[in-house]
């Protein structure tokens, strides 16, 4: 009779440890990444290269702007959405220019202050692209970082 209990224990033990391990898989990168674009529209998408944003945008199949910041540069308490702009919106640390914009139609580069991207967001959507930054940036700077929290 003890044995069997035991072995009743041990199943529902390793049965529990299993089904926490599923539930608690870590988002990774990709995932991140997809979460943003699904949110921005067509034309736009975003991808992290060696630790800095590059933000694509373009008009049909022609790129028309391009966007590089390193995450290391972003304040991410700024973070905010202007609702009439539809603009979600990252300062730079300091007030700093740390944005890279190039115009490829008018050949023209500038630096800004503010990395922003253009989208539509309700309540919800800000709080999931907050956490969804937090998580993607956090994950550059810190190789050990991991969180399973979804964004939304």
């Given at each position: 009779?003890?044995?069997?209990?035991?072995?009743?224990?041990?199943?529902?033990?390793?049965?529990?440890?299993?089904?926490?391990?599923?539930?608690?898989?870590d988002i990774s990168?990709?995932?991140?990444?997809?979460?943003?674009?699904?949110?921005?529209?067509?034309?736009?998408?975003?991808?992290?290269?060696?630790?800095?944003?590059?933000?694509?945008?373009?008009?049909?199949?022609?790129?028309?702007?391009?966007?590089?910041?390193?995450?290391?540069?972003?304040?991410?308490?700024?973070?905010?959405y202007d609702a009439?702009?539809?603009?979600?919106?990252i300062n730079c640390?300091?007030?700093?220019?740390?944005?890279?914009?190039?115009?490829?139609?008018?050949?023209?580069?500038?630096?800004?202050?503010?990395?922003?991207?253009?989208?539509?967001?309700?309540?919800?959507?800000?709080?999931?692209?907050?956490?969804?930054?937090?998580?993607?940036?956090?994950?550059?700077?810190?190789?050990?970082?991991?969180?399973?929290?979804?964004?939304?």
């Amino acid at each position: 009779m003890l044995r069997n209990t035991l072995r009743i224990l041990f199943i529902w033990v390793t049965f529990m440890i299993n089904v926490t391990t599923v539930k608690c898989q870590d988002i990774s990168m990709e995932q991140t990444l997809n979460y943003i674009n699904s949110k921005m529209g067509h034309g736009y998408s975003i991808d992290v290269l060696h630790g800095v944003i590059v933000a694509k945008f373009f008009e049909g199949t022609e790129p028309f702007r391009e966007d590089q910041v390193m995450c290391k540069s972003l304040d991410l308490n700024s973070m905010r959405y202007d609702a009439e702009q539809k603009l979600f919106l990252i300062n730079c640390n300091g007030g700093t220019k740390c944005v890279d914009r190039q115009l490829f139609i008018r050949k023209i580069q500038r630096d800004y202050a503010r990395f922003s991207l253009p989208m539509t967001l309700d309540a919800k959507g800000v709080e999931g692209m907050k956490k969804a930054f937090t998580h993607m940036i956090r994950m550059v700077l810190d190789t050990k970082y991991k969180s399973s929290e979804p964004f939304e």
